[in-house]
């Protein structure tokens, strides 16, 4: 196992280099940027997500090099393109970004007078919170549900939750969300819950357990909502994965010498079953963290990465996307090793040694 994670962190370096280079060229193919966004704001005009200009009259084509430079005089576009850096050619930009993000200097926002790791630091808060605390939840739930309805199968026990499992996972997210604001969160019924943010905004002048409690008074909202829409798949490959094992004949011989039905669960039946719900792990946090609290962080108006992230495709904030795609990879690769060595700890005769 050693000489596995050796390995493993030795090729991280190069996996993060090839989704710096691969999303870079993507880059530079999509349409829009923020020379054109800052351009088409200058005319009172809008740039959507597909980089096509909104708002306002319609422009006339121009032979300048961004849609919507028609009528700018030239120096501002020149100043533009050297406040952006898109006065050097790619392959400058690349090597230098490639090396900054070596020594993980992430640069500066286009539209923010912060670094991107003054950002990130500041969203993160938000992210972890959210993430951590749902994908706790979600496997405090769905591996014993999961468990008591693979023993139960077939029973009332099992076709009523079975319901609730489906409902979970049809139902989006959203539509959680916006149900718990209107019954919770000052809609027309019930306000015990806030609205806005992660804290209060006399958060600092709370005593220590003041801070505790209106943390988890502003993130309950959230985190519910997370937990509702992601419980149901783990609960569902944890079943089906008990049942796989339990069908098998080391089960049958291990009840044939006069072990306990827990003995047998718990002490031969767990390990193995529990592999497949461990592989899941990372990609699960990923998604906690980031990409599936996107929606989460926009409806409770918490600023997250994954908010940032989006603000920054919107705006075409270069920086800001190549820095939280960097971080996103890291934590990604990261979660995957760990992974991988818990797969070790829990059944020994898992050997990546030979990978």
């Keep these: 196992m050693k000489n596995y994670i050796i390995k493993r962190l030795f090729l991280i370096p190069f996996t993060l280099l090839g989704i710096l280079i691969l999303n870079f060229a993507i ?8 020379v054109e966004h800052t351009l088409a704001k200058y005319q009172g005009f809008n740039v959507n997500a597909t980089g096509q200009l909104t708002g306002g009259s319609e422009l006339k084509k121009s032979s300048s ?18 406040q952006f850096g898109f006065d050097k050619p790619w392959y400058y930009r690349l090597g230098k970004m490639i090396a900054d993000y070596a020594c993980f200097d992430f640069g500066k926002s ?8 003054q950002l990130i630091v500041e969203r993160m808060p938000v992210s972890i919170s959210l993430g951590l605390w749902s994908t706790l939840i979600i496997y405090l739930i769905a591996i014993p549900l999961g468990i008591k309805k693979a023993v139960q199968d077939g029973s009332k026990f099992d076709v009523w939750t079975s319901v609730a499992v489906v409902v979970g996972s049809a139902i989006p997210v959203f539509l959680f969300a916006v ?9 027309n019924y019930l306000q015990w819950f806030p609205l806005h943010g992660l804290t209060s905004d006399n958060f600092e002048e709370l005593s220590f357990f003041g801070k505790i409690k209106d943390y988890f008074w502003h993130i309950t909202l959230p985190v519910l ?6 419980f149901a798949s783990l609960t569902m490959l944890t079943k089906n994965s008990f049942l796989d094992e339990i069908n098998k004949p080391y089960v049958l011989t291990a009840r044939a010498k006069g072990l306990s039905e827990n003995q047998v669960l718990y002490g031969h039946v767990f390990r193995n079953a529990m592999l497949i719900v461990i592989a899941g792990f990372p990609a699960l946090l990923i998604k906690m963290l980031f990409t ?4 989460i962080e926009v409806i409770f108006s918490l600023n997250g990465i994954g908010l940032l992230g989006y603000e920054a495709i919107m705006t075409r904030d270069y920086p ?3 820095g939280t795609l960097y ?5 990604g690769l990261i979660l995957k090793l760990i992974s991988d060595i818990t797969y070790s700890l829990i059944d020994p005769r898992i050997n990546f040694d030979h990978i």
Excluded: M
Aim: proline share 5%.
């Design 27 to 34: 880059i530079q193919f999509a349409p829009g940027g923020p």
């Design 65 to 82: 090099t961004y849609q919507g430079a028609n009528g700018v005089p030239e120096d501002l576009v020149k100043a533009l393109e050297k």
């Design 110 to 117: 286009f539209y923010q007078n912060k670094s991107v790791g």
């Design 179 to 187: 149900f718990l604001i209107v019954f919770f969160a000052g809609g």
């Design 225 to 230: 909502t997370i937990v509702i829409g992601g």
């Design 292 to 295: 599936g609290s996107l929606l």
């Design 320 to 322: 800001v996307i190549f």
């Design 327 to 331: 971080i996103f990879a890291l934590i």
